[in-house]
């Protein structure tokens, strides 16, 4: 079985600031792991992933993530906000079980960047 | 090359309505995978199809719900007699992958919002 934790549903960050958006996975299993974009009435974009590697990785619109396989993590970074990445973001993992693969989603953040 | 394409886009049904939501796969993508969405609860997995075969439904609410992927034409999420907790938004996702072989991307089609009165 696997599963992933966003513990935070809502994160409010001022337009320029830093903001961490914070994702915990569990698996029995090796896991990839992705982050997701979902802009109002859209579908699902890839921001980033990580399969193998450096542990540290960079996505699209200047987004970042740093797997940590000790504390189980994939924490989503990027150093100063636009208000143009309001929007949801999910944390993703994706493991071989039963042979065949299989994504989990978390719950999601929200994101809003104040002007 | 077209991506996932879903449809229709909003949908609407009173209560004991049949709803019948269509996704058409990215050209050469033989999986497909659904996807709710409901309010404050993140995306769900519902079920996993290749075509004509369904691997993994253990998302699937056991009553009313069925899916298909036939070998012609597109994926079919079905909900017969349809209740105002169905409203969600239905997403699908495809991938070219072959059993075994690790690929990293899904590709989302942009949703069914569906609305039961």
């Known amino acids: 079985a696997q599963s992933v934790t966003q513990l935070d549903s809502q994160v409010p960050v001022f337009e320029e600031a830093p903001v961490e958006l914070r994702c915990n996975y569990s698996?029995?299993?090796?896991?990839?792991l992705f982050w997701y974009v979902q802009y109002p009435n859209q579908g699902l974009q890839l921001l980033l992933k990580?399969?193998?590697?450096?542990?540290l990785v960079k996505g699209i619109n200047g987004f970042e993530a740093e797997f940590n396989k000790s504390q189980t993590s994939f924490h989503l970074r990027k150093p100063s906000v636009h208000i143009s990445d309001t929007a949801e973001y999910f944390c993703?993992?994706?493991?071989?079980?039963?042979?065949?693969?299989?994504?989990?989603f978390g719950t999601g953040t929200k994101l809003q960047v104040i002007p | 090359n077209a991506g996932v394409m879903q449809n229709p886009r909003h949908l609407v049904r009173r209560r004991g309505q049949e709803a019948r939501l269509r996704c058409s796969p990215m050209k050469g993508h033989s999986h497909v995978y659904w996807y709710r969405q409901l309010p404050e609860e993140g995306l769900k997995f519902m079920v996993y199809?290749?075509?004509?075969?369904?691997?993994?439904e253990s998302g699937m609410p056991k009553e009313r719900f069925s899916a298909e992927f036939p070998k012609e034409g597109p994926s079919i999420l079905r909900i017969q007699q349809v209740v105002r907790g169905d409203s969600a938004a239905y997403f699908c996702?495809?991938?070219?992958?072959?059993?075994?072989?690790?690929?990293?991307?899904?590709?989302f089609g942009s949703g069914t919002q569906l609305s039961v009165l």
């Open positions: 698996s029995s299993v090796s896991v990839y």
């Open positions: 199809l290749q075509k004509e075969n369904i691997i993994d």
């Open positions: 990580y399969l193998s590697g450096s542990t």
């Open positions: 996702a495809s991938s070219p992958l072959s059993q075994g072989v690790t690929n990293e991307k899904l590709f």
């Open positions: 993703a993992v994706r493991s071989l079980l039963g042979g065949y693969q299989k994504v989990t």
